[in-house]
């Protein structure tokens, strides 16, 4: 299994571009995530979904957008890049049962907005 | 969900065992305890989850204190690739908030 992963690594963007985060996973797992991580900072919830066709919005949903018309991608869109978008974007999947879950996360993709 | 407290870094010696503190005092009945790891810029890696008693995996224990407010990971003999910044998260139902977590620094 490769897990999960995410390309592209690394991407420089220009402000107002759009782009695309892309995310796969082959466990099967019905959860995927995404999240972003700021410099010395812990990660935040950007969207997250429970199952193909279903998404919802975490702790910082405002630039982006996302969908899940497979179970095993979820790619999260950029519209128009922002500088505050610099961040390290992170890809996780997992398969919950009653409260209970093991988050499994991907390389991650660095993004520079200038 | 519940909110969680640790100191934000520890040094341990290498072969010694690491022993990292979190507070959750708001914790709820029905939430996990659950730790990861991140090492330098990679993911973070699941380490080690419970609810109510004390868990061992092949990298960690866990001990819970019986009224569920604090909660110790253990690594019983850190090495230099233990370096990372771990993280206690409370809750569960397909939300972790990450917190800043405790950089631990091993050393030889």
Redesign the interface.
């Known amino acids: 299994n490769a897990g999960v992963t995410q390309t592209p690594k690394f991407r420089i963007l220009k402000i107002g571009q759009s782009m695309t985060l892309q995310c796969a996973q082959d466990m099967n797992h019905n959860y995927m995530y995404w999240y972003r991580q700021d410099p010395g900072m812990g990660l935040k919830l950007i969207y997250y979904s429970v199952g193909a066709g279903i998404t919802d919005k975490g702790e910082v949903p405002n630039g982006y957008n996302v969908s899940r018309s497979t179970t095993e991608d979820f790619p999260l869109r950029l519209e128009l890049a922002a500088p505050s978008q610099t961040s390290v974007y992170f890809c996780a999947s997992s398969y919950s049962t009653g409260g209970r879950e093991t988050q499994y996360f991907g390389p991650g993709t660095r993004l520079l907005v200038l | 969900d519940a909110k969680t407290t640790q100191p934000p870094s520890m040094d341990c010696a290498e072969g010694r065992a690491a022993n990292l503190p979190c507070n959750h005092s708001t914790i709820s009945g ?3 305890v659950y730790w ?1 790891r991140q090492i330098h ?6 380490i080690i ?1 419970g ?1 109510k008693n004390n868990e061992t995996n092949e990298m960690a224990s866990l001990i819970i204190t019986e009224d569920r407010k604090s909660s110790t990971l253990i690594l019983p003999h850190a090495t230099l690739r233990d370096t990372a910044v771990y ?1 206690c998260i409370v809750g ?10 405790t950089r631990l620094a091993v050393h030889p």
């Open positions: 029905n939430e996990y990861y810029s990679q993911g973070p890696q699941y989850h609810l993280y569960g139902y397909n939300k972790l908030i990450f917190g800043a977590g």
